[in-house]
Each structure stands twice: as C-alpha cells, then as structure tokens.
Nanobody, 121 residues
Framework: QVQLVESGGGLVQPGGSLRLSCGAS????????MGWYRQPPGKQRELVAA???????NYADSVKGRFTISRDNAKNTVYLQMNSLKPEDTAVYYC???????????????WGQGTQVTVSS
C-alpha cells in the first residue's frame, strides 16, 4: 500500500523559516508529479507548489520568491522550503504525488495526512 508521510510543520514567528518533507513508501513503479497544497482555516485547499519528475516547478503567486519546492527521486521525497513566512501562510499543508503502482497502470493521486503550519508571534 502506498503512503505519503509528511513532517516538518510547527509554530514559527513571522519572517521565520520551515522545511516540510514528504516521503512515499510502499510498493510502486514510478512517481510522476509531486506537489504541496494547503488549506487555511475556513478556506478551500489551494495549490502551493508543484514539481515534475524532471524538475520543472510551478508556484502560486502568493509564495513565489519565498518558497522553494524540490525533490530527491532516489529517496522518493519532496521538500518545501518556506522562508519569510507570513501569518497568512498559516494552514494545514498536504503533499500529493501521482504514483503508478505498476508500469501497466496509469498513475493515481495520493495524499499525505497533512501537517499544521502556524505563523504567529
């Protein structure tokens, strides 16, 4: 069974930094796109950043220049480095990945359990 396990959330002051990690475990053939979404309190889930297997990245306008997504394909892990954090970055952050469990099957979307990031003084 494929699982995505996140870590690295927590409480940080405005202007601070956090690094989120998300590793895929279980039996699978390949991982295509990986990404991070977030859901602020009382709001809908939104895309934060995404990265293809080849390393092409995409960011929400609200985090450009502050957040950096990266991945280590050998470790099946995606990272989100968050700098210059603002109170409006407070949310539950979810990682997602398109994973093929077999080379004969199209990839499915998998989600992590979410990790809380709180930016407050």
């Amino acid at each position: 069974q494929v699982q995505l396990v996140e870590s690295g959330g927590g409480l940080v002051q405005p202007g601070g930094s956090l690094r989120l990690s998300c590793g895929a475990s279980g039996s699978f053939f390949s991982i295509a796109d990986m990404g991070w979404y977030r859901q602020p309190p009382g709001k809908q889930r939104e895309l934060v950043a995404a990265i293809t297997s080849g390393g092409t990245t995409n960011y929400a306008d609200s985090v450009k220049g502050r957040f950096t997504i990266s991945r280590d394909n050998a470790k099946n892990t995606v990272y989100l480095q968050m700098n210059s954090l603002k109170p409006e970055d407070t949310a539950v952050y979810y990682c997602t990945a398109k994973i093929s469990v077999s080379k004969l099957l199209i990839p499915n979307n998998y989600w992590g359990q979410g990790t809380q990031v709180t930016v407050s003084s």
